[in-house]
């Protein structure tokens, strides 16, 4: 498998928006669709949002109606559109493909 690649992290205003990219395999893609996670300092990865190889996304609680994984995204590339941010969605945030992990990109929303 190829790692995925993250891109798009960087400092915003709370309530401003975001777009996260993150380059994939195409295999992998198929064969396990993909999910984006964070991680905030002090705290444990948690599950963001999950985009199946058939196109089915889904969203943990904390970012239903704010994040969203468009339905335009190229092939090989998986997209997290993230709107109304606030301090607490500061982290890094990383994409998962099967067993492989990106290394990251960083998110900082400040008040």
């Known amino acids: 498998q190829v790692q995925p690649v993250e891109s798009g992290g960087g400092l915003v205003q709370a309530g401003g928006s975001l777009r996260l990219s993150c380059v994939v395999s195409e295999s992998a893609f198929r064969r396990y669709g993909m999910a984006w996670y964070r991680q905030a300092p002090g705290k444990q990865r948690e599950l963001v949002a999950t985009?199946?190889?058939?196109?089915?996304?889904s969203y943990a609680d904390i970012v239903k109606g704010r994040f969203t994984i468009p339905g335009d995204n190229a092939k090989s590339t998986v997209c997290l559109q993230m709107n109304n941010l606030s301090p607490e969605d500061t982290a890094v945030y990383y994409c998962s493909v099967g067993y492989e992990w990106g290394q990251g990109t960083q998110v900082t929303v400040s008040p």
């Open positions: 985009l199946t190889s058939g196109g089915t996304a």
